[in-house]
């Protein structure tokens, strides 16, 4: 078991570095400290980065690696002259190769966020956002027909940071039903979401993992009772079988895991990148 620090270093907010640069360490069994370093946008930046760089190399002994996604070229030199850790520049591994295959230049553009203001799918993410903030814990089943999809299940199954995945990531206006006692007495989906059952979706959970998360929030409830958890699991998933509800146990899945699996069962006709 290898023990690295990673450092992610951008002249922008180093989400691209360190989103790619994860991908590519969850492909190795090692524990690693991230320290993200972003708006690296100057020479005087690019010095001090890497004086911080250099400075873990020389305590842990060992080469930090360092995922970059820098386009100033000023900064770019500054850091592959100075820097005593394993450099990944990920724009010249992947723009300089469709540079030269496009025959045409990069815009070499600092961040994905740039003008975002200006951006149509910018102000629709914040839009998506939102709408399902407001329609978070079924807190407002009005303008439920705006959904793109609508998320029920148990209460702490995974809803909410599903549906604001779905919204920052892809613009998708996402409400959430939390299904309550009362459904399952009826053992039928909830008559709000009858009109729009081609966009539910289903998220369920271990009844185990769910008592633990409730107990977290309420120790010792009957809320968060192992009984408790299996009845309500058991009832929720009867209930989305016989309605023909798709759904999913959220029990092992990383968030980014349910997103794509509902986004390729529901297939909204829109998505914003």
């Known amino acids: 078991m290898s023990n690295r620090t990673v450092f992610f270093i951008s002249d922008g907010t180093g989400i691209t570095a360190e989103t790619f640069g994860n991908a590519i360490l969850a492909q190795f069994e090692m524990q690693a400290r991230h320290v993200r370093l972003p708006f690296i946008d100057t020479v005087d930046k690019a010095h001090q980065a890497v004086r911080q760089i250099n400075h873990t190399a020389e ?57 975002a203001s200006k951006s149509k799918a910018y102000n629709d993410r914040i839009e998506a956002i939102n ?25 702490r199954s995974g809803k909410t940071p599903t549906s604001l995945y779905l919204a920052m990531q892809y ?5 959430n039903y939390p299904l309550i006692p009362e459904d399952f007495d009826r053992m039928q989906l909830p008559p709000a979401l009858v009109p729009h059952k081609k966009k539910v979706f289903g998220l369920s959970i271990q009844a185990e993992r769910l008592s633990e998360i409730r107990n977290e929030r309420r120790p010792n409830s009957r809320y968060a009772s192992l009984e408790n958890c299996r009845a309500e699991v058991h009832a929720a998933e009867s209930m989305m079988r016989r309605s023909g509800i ?15 699996t509902i986004l390729q069962e529901i297939k909204p006709g829109h998505l914003t990148y």
């Open 131 to 155: 709408f399902s903030l407001a329609h978070d814990d079924g807190q407002l089943n009005r303008d439920l027909e705006q959904s793109d999809v609508i998320l029920i299940g148990v209460s």
């Open 59 to 115: 305590i842990e002994g060992k080469k930090p690696i360092v995922f970059s996604t820098l386009v100033n070229m000023d900064v770019v030199k500054v850091v592959e002259d100075n820097c005593h850790g394993l450099l990944l520049d990920m724009f010249a591994t992947f723009v300089n190769p469709l540079e030269e295959e496009l025959g045409i230049k990069s815009n070499h553009r600092v961040g994905r966020f740039s003008d």
């Open 246 to 260: 798709r759904w999913l146990s959220t029990t092992t899945k990383s968030i980014e895991e349910i997103a794509t």
């Open 171 to 175: 613009g998708l206006k996402a409400s």
